[in-house]
């Protein structure tokens, strides 16, 4: 009998130790509370551009570890230091036919890589891309275009490798057009770079062309301070 009033004795004490504090309790809740604050969720914007950067890119990835977000505003070629809101909200207006005001500029940290949206027309409405810089020798190191509308089997091939490929590895002229698309000229020489136009699609490849044209000498006030 009192081996089994000792045992329930000891039952007692180890079940009181294992009880948690609740002010231990209440401090973890808000602990958890704060990281959360700490990081907040990023728009589907950000995501898109993070993973254009590196396709390593994970939710658990520090975005201010990775990027630095600009914007030049074009009436005055300023450039500010913004936040991933404002920096996201710049990028999703590229996708409307309205001329944008100011362009978001997404500096890769610890390099010289920079990621520049340009905006454009195409057949079928409103076309994008992604341009992933080299901004001290201006090379093209990678390219991903977009559109709202072009036909399917035509304008919409403008995603694909094949037509984006052609814009690789070329430095930019920021003085006047880099590119010059095939179809437009009657005989090619070797001055310039031509970019083979989409089969059927005349004025989207017009538009994809023009619009890295035009669209990177937007940024030339920003390259230029860069060099």
Not at 37 to 53: C, D, G, R
Not at 120 to 140: M, P, R
Request: glycine content about 8%; hydrophobic content about 40%.
């Amino acid at each position: 009998m009192e081996k089994i009033k000792i045992l329930l004795m000891i039952l007692v004490v180890l079940g009181w130790n294992c009880k948690e504090n609740p002010k231990q309790t209440e401090q973890k809740t808000e602990t958890v509370k704060q990281e959360t604050k700490a990081t907040p969720a990023l728009s589907e914007s950000i995501k898109e551009i993070a993973t254009f950067v590196t396709p390593d890119f994970t939710d658990t990835t520090d975005i201010q570890d990775l990027i630095i977000f600009k914007e030049l505003d074009l009436s005055g070629n300023t450039i500010t230091t913004i936040d991933t809101d404002r920096a996201g909200d710049l990028y999703k207006k590229l996708a409307t036919r309205g001329q944008a005001a100011s362009l978001p500029i997404f500096e890769v940290k610890g390099t010289d890589l920079v990621v520049l949206p340009v905006q454009g027309v195409g057949f079928g409405g409103a076309i994008w891309a992604k341009v992933l810089l080299d901004k001290k020798t201006l090379e093209i190191k990678n390219i991903a275009f977009e559109h709202k509308g072009e036909s399917e089997g035509y304008g919409a091939a403008m995603v694909q490798n094949t037509f984006e490929d052609q814009f690789l590895g070329v430095k930019i002229n920021l003085e006047e057009d880099t590119f010059t698309l095939q179809k437009a000229i009657e005989k090619a020489n070797d001055d310039g770079h031509f970019i083979d136009g989409l089969t059927g699609a005349t004025m989207t490849s017009k538009g994809a062309v023009s619009m890295v044209n035009q669209g990177l000498r937007k940024y030339s006030s920003y390259l230029k301070s860069v060099q």
